[in-house]
């Protein structure tokens, strides 16, 4: 004997888990608006002006031992509240990466640069990932470093990500394993990095 099973219809996406989808006959968005807001009002920084980069480039981050100490907890709960929103905006995984270095000892300068990031996410909320329907579905990947770039333990890092078409699908920023004797040497281990994860993706 055969059973007949009903499903309700759940209508089409619009919220999970802290990300806003946006269906539309073009194509989808996916952005954190609300999320970027609930941790701005967390945090006690809704009236705090926005900035337009996410991190001071000329100031260099390092373990600042003569710093003053800041709560390590709201320090970690911070990160991993940015950390999530680079799901939607990869662009600050680099920004956020720096600071995360400091979790085990993070200092006030530490705390001041973090908070920076969520200021320029103030001024940008709308900002977000854009999947076309039409397009192109060929498979491509872009590889960078920063040589050098950790003043703690002089390692460079590697920066890559994967589109189908101009879908972005793939992404991460990471120190190298090894330090680089040279700017050639890092964008080398980059490009390896690269094409290590689009092998790796057409499987």
């Known amino acids: 004997m055969q059973g007949k099973f009903e499903m309700s219809m759940m209508g089409e996406l619009t919220f999970f888990l802290g990300l806003r989808v946006k269906q539309m006959k073009d194509g989808t968005s996916i952005i954190q608006t609300k999320y970027t807001r609930d941790l701005m009002?967390?945090?006690?920084?809704?009236e705090k002006s926005s900035v337009k980069i996410p991190m001071n480039t000329l100031v260099k981050m390092d373990m600042?031992?003569?710093?003053?100490v800041v709560d390590q907890t709201k320090y970690r709960v911070l990160i991993g509240s940015l950390l999530y929103l680079?799901?939607?905006?990869?662009?600050i995984i680099f920004?956020?990466?720096v600071c995360a270095r400091f979790q085990s000892d993070p200092k006030e300068n530490h705390m001041i640069a973090t908070k920076r990031i969520l200021r320029y996410l103030k001024g940008s909320q709308e900002v977000g990932l854009w999947y076309p329907k039409k397009g192109r579905f060929k498979?491509?990947?872009y590889s960078d470093s920063n040589y050098d770039g950790c003043r703690v333990d002089r390692k460079s890092k590697s920066c890559t990500c994967q589109m189908l078409g101009n879908r972005l699908v793939s992404w991460f920023s990471k120190k190298q394993n090894s330090i680089a004797t040279s700017t050639a040497e890092a964008e080398y281990i980059a490009a390896g990095n690269c094409c290590a994860q689009v092998l790796w993706m057409r499987q």
Request: charged share 35%; hydrophobic share 25%; net charge neutral.
């Open 41 to 46: 009002k967390k945090i006690g920084m809704e």
């Open 64 to 68: 600042d031992p003569e710093g003053k």
């Open 86 to 91: 680079t799901v939607s905006r990869p662009h």
């Open 95 to 97: 920004d956020v990466g």
């Open 139 to 141: 498979l491509i990947g």
